[in-house]
């Protein structure tokens, strides 16, 4: 049972800012949002996560909207680097880690 | 800072033939340590996961097992591989005492099997 609901793909021109949706409809009090990413042929990499608060770190800002049930994940100047598969997580204390389908984002020159 | 290995980075193997693949992590103690698959095209699947020397936890019956002979030292084997044996594994480590705390992956492994 997925927790998450991301779009397949979307693209981003490189040099701007590319937002990332996540719908987490079900999220219960306690469980985090987290976001990873996939670069083709490598091992997931973890970006940031967060409870309710918006989180800002060196790679990304994370967005989440007051009732829980959406966030966006914000690269705010994309390279062509950051193309890869990005995963929204939702998790709970001590729970495996579920990864889904994840977003392919496709940074263009 | 943590750093993890995985080795070897690509394998071909012949059906029936053993396997063990090694993951090491640097820079921590008593990490939790996880061992996932990923098929090609497919999300990642936790096969197994370590709170500690000796203790091993399977998340999925099949035909691999895992050791941690060592506190940073996590082992994935097989004594006979399967054509269904073929896929991208990941070693990933936390913080003990986990809880919320993010994982991390190394570069993984390739397999394949012939």
């Known amino acids: 049972d997925a927790k998450t609901t991301q779009p397949p793909s979307m693209d981003c021109a490189e040099g701007r800012a590319a937002n990332l949706p996540c719908n987490h409809s079900?999220?219960?009090?306690?469980?985090?949002v987290y976001w990873y990413r996939q670069i083709h042929s490598q091992g997931p990499q973890y970006i940031i996560h967060?409870?309710?608060n918006n989180e800002t770190n060196e790679m990304a800002s994370l967005i989440i909207t007051e009732d829980r049930k959406s966030s966006t994940l914000i690269l705010p100047h994309a390279t062509l680097r950051d193309t890869a598969v990005y995963y929204c997580i939702v998790r709970g204390w001590k729970e495996k880690l579920q990864f889904g389908a994840g977003t392919q984002v496709v940074v263009t020159p | 800072s943590q750093t993890i290995h995985q080795w070897p980075a690509t394998l071909v193997q012949p059906v029936g033939s053993p396997l063990s693949l090694e993951c090491t992590v640097e820079?921590?103690?008593?990490?939790?340590l996880y061992w996932y698959r990923q098929a090609a095209g497919r999300g990642l699947q936790l096969l197994f996961y370590s709170v500690g020397i000796g203790q091993i936890s399977s998340e999925v019956p099949q035909n691999l097992s895992a050791s941690r002979p060592q506190d940073r030292q996590f082992i994935l084997s097989s004594k006979k591989l399967l054509l269904s044996d073929s896929g991208f594994y990941l070693c990933?480590?936390?913080?003990?005492?986990?809880?919320?705390?993010?994982?991390?992956f190394g570069d993984g492994t390739r397999l394949s099997i012939l």
């Open positions: 079900t999220i219960s009090g306690n469980e985090y």
């Open positions: 820079g921590t103690s008593n990490p939790n």
């Open positions: 967060g409870l309710k």
């Open positions: 990933a480590w936390s913080p003990s005492l986990e809880g919320l705390q993010p994982q991390h």
